[in-house]
């Protein structure tokens, strides 16, 4: 198993998950994000089902908990989703693995 990870989070807009994705990159807890638009999440929260539109991020990181830890210093929501998924190499580019390890050393 790979010391790489993607973590998969959700934000309520554009502003809001670029400036967290600005503030990982410059602490280098992710080599790098990818931001994806026009998402509506389904929820049930306090007995209550909601829709709300969100962005999708997905991070690369070899530091998964510390991103994990300042993704809820970042994010405005009570109980942001974080979710982390383990790279296993074998089928990944190990360049691209190693380039994720170095931009993420600290």
Not at 25 to 50: F, H, M, Q, V
Not at 90 to 99: I, K, Q, R
Request: hydrophobic share 40%; proline share 6%; net charge negative.
């Amino acid at each position: 198993m790979s010391d790489v990870s993607l973590i998969y989070t959700t934000w309520p807009d554009s502003e809001s998950a670029r400036t967290a994705a600005d503030a990982l990159l410059e602490d280098r807890l992710i080599a790098c994000a990818n931001l994806l638009p026009g998402g509506t999440s389904l929820y049930r929260w306090d007995g209550k089902t909601r829709a709300e539109p969100e962005w999708v991020m997905i991070l690369k990181t070899a530091r998964a908990q510390d991103c994990a830890a300042r993704i809820k210093a970042l994010h405005p929501y009570e109980e942001p989703a974080i979710l982390e998924w383990l790279v296993e190499p074998d089928g990944s580019s190990a360049g691209f693995l190693d380039w994720v390890r170095a931009e993420t050393s600290a």
